[in-house]
């Protein structure tokens, strides 16, 4: 059942079988039937321990989750409670146990805590007057947990909470004693090397534990050479980032819970023709991911955008395997074909899974919101703009996105920038209170606790050098054939899996300036082996190097770790990975928002000519409304730009330019005549063509008469309204070189369409989306922010940079070639009449 624990380096399966062991000879002393009343945060770890058969062996008949008032009815002897030391829990089973009481029940009551026995809960227990109903009190120690073949964890979700913010030390301790377990079964470790706070007071406990234990150590070979404790808090940037590794994404859209995941039903419901969507299933589809499936093991640490091709081939193989049923000729041949179809079954049924699990993924990867943040993610861990607020995290919480969207963003605003300036802090916090809602203020002051968001003291910004120096940003980074680290995050290298690498080869003395500039103190220990195990490394022998981290680890992280153990085959390096807990900063990512072009509402999304594009959508430039757009400028729309420069005092050294080649040959016209002669040739100003834009044509819509014109501030953006409700904004080319007197031409930046035409039933009146009048705002920051308004509506835009999304999901590659303007709408204010 957990062949996959032995498929390692190093055989998880004793620890497995140590922990299973001790649960037998506990419900052995129980004689009789029995029924076990679980904490219902228990259940999932011990799963990864024990079936419901082995309970069945021993006599466990029922079994109920702990809640208030009366046990369900159950026919046995024997009622044991498997629960946590926590003193609200103590309180339940008291009501539990006076329940039977009162029914003069003679059932026999066993209470198990895990992983401690706590005397405060017994003294609970004897306050509420039950503590001389239990048979036995004892304890289960389970600290550390086989996860998977290469992987342990304490399935411990509050340890960061009690380390950084309740500065509890018990989840220390379990490390400390689940660590000295480990050295029981597989042998002392030799070397220690730790970084932070916590992995210190670790360190000292697992030597304090040894002196203790001196006389009672197995003789035992060891297996692990080296233990690497690691602090979270010396790395708080991986665990706000997006992961893009394939279990990473399952993790961070729906939550890998003691190798678990809940799926939504519809993509995994077999719908046979003709049947009602009523009868398709409600309950989310469960499965478990582990390296036990052999397709899940092999794409499971890949960057998301090579899953495809992986699944692709890997169908093709399955196709092929179920092909040769035509080629076998013989009884011998047919029966070997047999023999293998169950295994070729299986492995359809998992492909077909986890072809679902990535068209889940990719409706959401695939989605503007997805680029847009992880655009802005890549922007703060290369450095760019944290020192001031950013426009993407205000729209956000303009738009009340999920709280815990806008503080990852805001935390890793913070990590990177090592702090953020007192008055973007409060302007952060202010936003998100007024937003959310005040109760978040005690949110806010445990991530300041926490180390993830605090104000910038006078000291300078260090990330920059942790970034260089240990090469924290890689823009090469091969999502499809990885050869770094940087490939979990599309460009950004774990630091913790850093500090690993470097730890092996060439050590940690390389980087010492660094290490003094992370938190906490960086450590070596070593430990004494007894007599007669100590053995010297054969030739091409491995290496093992257990790496613990205290607080958590993503799933990126132990991907990174499992490349690392294939580049470090040929140097006889293996990492193994264990953790307090599988866990990270979390958030439900956004329903897919599917960019639209055309007619929009007041809360619309709009995408102009140029938007980002997302995978395989196609080019905007074949847009049928942008080419109607472009056609109506060619054929339509007739003004005419005027330029002035200086008369030159020699006629000969300068003049103005001949008028710009257009759509149709750009001709004079007594108006611009008078216009050029309007100083009677006295003045120092010269007026002259600068661009003409449009033909004269009898044949023009009423829509598209232009019904507004209007500048920015600076001349370099011209916005026009027309009467069929469309605004386009123009953009002034960069001045020529040869003729720096001449600005450059104005050409289309954008085209969306601003108002619809409505009617108000009150005043049975119609209200046409004509545009009545545009206003240019002053530019306060990089955004340009324009109204526009028709006889009822104001609406408010914004105009701004982005990022075209190139190749994957480095959204940094060649970003100064692709940045092209964009448009969204940002709010709408209704009015009662014409806005002047």
């Not at 589809?285 to 090579?306: G, M, T, V």
């Not at 944290?386 to 996105?401: H, R, S």
């Not at 339509?636 to 420069?645: P, R």
């Not at 108006?671 to 010269?686: E, I, T």
């Amino acid at each position: 059942m957990a062949a996959h624990l032995s498929y390692g380096r190093v055989n998880l399966n004793i620890l497995r079988e140590a922990a299973r062991k001790e649960l037998r000879e506990f419900l052995d002393k129980c004689a009789g039937s029995k029924a076990i009343v679980w904490d219902e945060y228990l259940t999932g770890p011990f799963g990864l321990i024990a079936q419901y058969s082995l309970l069945k062996e021993h006599e466990v008949e029922k079994m109920f989750t702990l809640k208030s008032g009366r046990l369900p009815p159950a026919d046995v002897k024997n009622i044991i409670f498997f629960v946590r030391p926590r003193l609200e829990l103590m309180d339940i089973i008291a009501e539990n146990v006076f329940s039977e009481d009162k029914l003069h029940s003679s059932r026999d009551f066993h209470i198990l805590f895990v992983p401690r026995r706590s005397m405060l809960c017994e003294q609970r227990l004897k306050e509420q007057g039950v503590l001389g109903s239990f048979i036995n009190i004892d304890e289960y120690i389970l600290d550390l947990i086989p996860y998977d073949g290469d992987l342990l964890s304490m399935e411990y979700e509050s340890a960061f909470r009690e380390c950084y913010l309740e500065n509890d030390q018990t989840s220390l301790y379990h490390t400390a004693k689940g660590l000295m377990t480990l050295q029981a079964l597989y042998g002392t470790i030799p070397q220690i090397y730790g970084k932070g706070d916590c992995a210190r007071h670790v360190a000292n406990m697992m030597l304090r534990m040894k002196r203790e234990f001196a006389g009672s150590q197995n003789q035992i070979l060891p297996v692990f050479d080296t233990l690497l404790l690691l602090d979270r808090n010396v790395d708080l940037l991986t665990p706000v980032a997006t992961q893009l590794t394939y279990e990473g994404l399952i993790d961070e859209i729906y939550g890998i819970t003691n190798g678990y995941v809940k799926l939504p039903p519809e993509k995994f419901a077999q719908k046979k023709q003709g049947e009602a969507s009523k009868d398709l299933p409600t309950e989310p589809k469960k499965l478990q991911l582990n390296s036990a499936e052999e397709l899940y093991a092999e794409i499971r640490d890949k960057n998301f955008n090579a899953v495809g091709a992986a699944l692709s081939k890997k169908a093709k193989i399955i196709s092929a395997a179920f092909e040769e049923r035509h080629n076998a000729k013989t009884v011998g041949e047919i029966k070997q074909f047999v023999s293998q179809l169950p295994h070729m079954q299986a492995a359809r049924s998992s492909l077909a899974n986890h072809t679902s699990i990535a068209e889940l993924i990719k409706d959401i990867t695939t989605s503007e919101a997805f680029f847009d943040n992880l655009t802005v993610e890549q922007e703060f861990m290369t450095g760019v703009d944290t020192d001031k607020v950013n426009i993407y995290i205000e729209d956000c919480i303009a738009q009340k996105d999920p709280l815990i969207k806008i503080l990852r963003l805001v935390c890793m605003q913070s990590v990177c920038n090592n702090g953020l300036k007192q008055k973007v802090l409060d302007y952060y916090k202010r936003e998100i209170l007024q937003t959310y809602g005040y109760e978040h203020i005690l949110t806010l002051n445990n991530l300041e606790k926490g180390g993830l968001l605090k104000p910038q003291t006078n000291s300078r910004n260090n990330y920059p050098t942790i970034r260089k120096t240990l090469k924290l940003w890689m823009e090469d980074a091969n999502e499809q054939n990885p050869n770094d680290i940087s490939y979990v995050y599309s460009g950004y290298a774990p630091l913790s899996i850093r500090l690993t690498q470097v730890l092996a080869r060439p050590g940690w003395r390389s980087i010492e300036e660094v290490l003094k500039i992370l938190p906490g103190p960086h450590f070596e220990e070593r430990q004494q082996l007894p007599a007669g195990l100590h053995k010297k490394r054969q030739q091409g022998e491995n290496r093992t190097t257990l790496v613990f981290f205290l607080g958590g680890v993503t799933y990126a992280e132990i991907a990174a770790l499992r490349l690392e153990t294939l580049k470090a085959a040929h140097t006889n390096l293996d990492f193994r990975a264990g953790s307090t807990g599988v866990h990270f900063l979390t958030s439900s990512c956004p329903a897919p928002i599917t960019p639209r072009m055309g007619r929009g509402e007041n809360m619309g999304h709009l995408t102009p000519p140029g938007r980002r594009q997302k995978m395989q959508q196609l080019p905007l430039d074949v847009d049928p409304l942008f080419i109607r757009f472009l056609r109506t400028f060619r054929e339509v729309l007739k003004f005419v730009l005027f330029s002035y420069t200086n008369r030159p005092t020699d006629p000969g050294q300068r003049h103005c330019p001949a008028p710009s080649p257009g759509p149709e040959p750009a001709t004079e016209t007594p108006s611009v005549r008078a216009m050029a002669g309007a100083d009677g040739g006295n003045s120092d100003v010269q007026w002259c063509f600068s661009q003409v834009k449009g033909a004269i044509d009898d044949d023009v819509a009423e829509a598209d008469i232009i019904s507004t014109v209007e500048f920015n501030h600076s001349g370099e953006l011209l916005a026009t309204g027309d009467k069929g409700g469309r605004v386009v904004i123009f953009q002034q080319e960069p001045e020529s070189k040869n003729q720096q007197q001449c600005r450059g031409e104005y050409n289309v930046y954008s085209t969306f369409q601003s108002h619809e035409p409505e009617f108000d039933y009150l005043k049975s009146l119609e209200i046409e989306e004509k545009i009545n009048k545009i206003r240019w705002l002053p530019q306060k920051n990089a955004a340009q922010f324009l109204l526009s308004t028709n006889d009822k509506t104001i609406k408010l835009w914004k105009i701004s940079e982005r990022d075209k999304r190139p190749e994957g999901y480095n959204l940094k590659k060649k970003m100064a070639a692709t940045e092209i303007p964009t448009l969204s709408q940002h709010y709408g204010y209704p009015c009662s009449g014409p806005w002047t």
